[in-house]
């Protein structure tokens, strides 16, 4: 489809990245509203539960899952971009808002920041109990016994993990195939978002998913190591000590089991000066992540507020760069820039 690039003005094509970015500022994703990611969790859920109660010697539950992890971000990815592609070439205009709300639909910023925010309001107030109930919904740990700093520690954690494979990684992959055709940037975002819903529902190392979720757990691995590694230096840029906070990532990040999530979550504490990771309780037992980063400063709510906003200059910082390379290879593809 590469006449797809030079059939709408340059203009419109590099509005699809910058509206996708307003709309998850501004608006996010209500629970009320569809989304790509309920039909992925309906398939998932069904496919998972096919295979592990029809296939049950652990190499063709390895063999399921690889079809999993490959189908559906393949199909989700393919379907958004053929659907994009005929809207397109229907209506531009049309083109412009199916691919904007498909691509924003990828992205969690706004969710990460309501899902922090609605822990901290209560905490902030004295209201231990209804935020351990609100943090609840966004973590695996046990939060019934938390106290305050280890509420805001795990809040912390979440906020710093999901900057990478919930906003950055998704918009890193929509801009990539954005350089290649309208359509192919949104399937990109898609297919990822498709491979992160998985690794969140199956990829686990226990029972049951442990053979059926180990492809799906692994090709996200994969897919996420570039740009979580781009989101680590991208918060050593705009921390302003670039050097240190890639010295305390490469002291701590290789100690946590994740290849990625110990990386990202490093970068956050370094630049913020705190130190995450600790004990973690998970159906009461005891779970010791490493330590990442030095304990310089406590984390209270506005260290929560402020990684909050790292993460949303990182964000626009990606958008601006992205946006400078598509123009210049919207202009090389299309002679724009011959007569010059």
């Not at 690794?199 to 740009?227: F, I, K, N, Q």
Request: charged share 15%.
């Amino acid at each position: 489809m590469p006449a797809l690039w030079c059939s709408a003005p340059l203009l419109e094509s590099l509005l699809v990245p910058l509206l996708a970015a307003i709309a998850d500022f501004l608006i996010g994703d209500p629970w009320h509203w569809p989304h790509p990611v309920q039909a992925m969790g309906w398939g998932i859920q069904h496919y998972s539960r096919w295979a592990l109660a029809t296939i049950l010697s652990p190499w063709g539950q390895r063999w399921a899952g690889i079809v999993l992890a490959l189908g559906l971000p393949l199909f989700s990815g393919g379907v958004g971009a053929v659907a994009v592609a005929g809207i397109w070439h229907w209506n531009s205009a049309a083109g412009i808002a199916i691919s904007s709300l498909l691509f924003a639909s990828c992205l969690a910023g706004r969710s990460l920041r309501d899902a922090a925010e609605s822990v901290l309001t209560p905490l902030n107030q004295g209201n231990l109990v209804e935020a351990r109930q609100k943090l609840r919904l966004y973590v695996g740990r046990d939060t019934e016994t938390l106290s305050a700093p280890e509420v805001l520690r795990a809040v912390l954690e979440t906020v710093s993990e999901n900057a990478t494979d919930g906003v950055l990684a998704p918009l890193f992959y929509g801009l990539v195939g954005l350089a290649m055709n309208p359509a192919m940037g949104v399937g990109l975002a898609l297919a990822y978002k498709g491979l992160s819903t998985l690794d969140s529902m199956v990829g686990y190392r226990d029972a049951p998913h442990t053979h059926l979720g180990w492809a799906s757990a692994r090709l996200e691995d994969c897919a996420t190591w570039l740009p979580c590694r781009l989101t680590v230096l991208t918060i050593a840029l705009l921390s302003g000590r670039p050097r240190w906070v890639w010295s305390l990532c490469q002291r701590d990040a290789p100690a946590d089991p994740s290849p990625n999530a110990g990386w990202s979550e490093c970068a956050y504490a370094a630049a913020l000066g705190v130190q995450l990771g600790g004990e973690n309780y998970y159906r009461g037992r005891v779970k010791v992540k490493p330590l990442l980063g030095n304990a310089n400063r406590a984390i209270t709510a506005l260290v929560v507020v402020q990684a909050l906003g790292l993460t949303r200059r990182a964000c626009l910082l990606w958008l601006a760069v992205g946006l400078v390379g598509l123009t210049l290879r919207y202009g090389l593809h299309c002679g724009y820039f011959a007569s010059l």
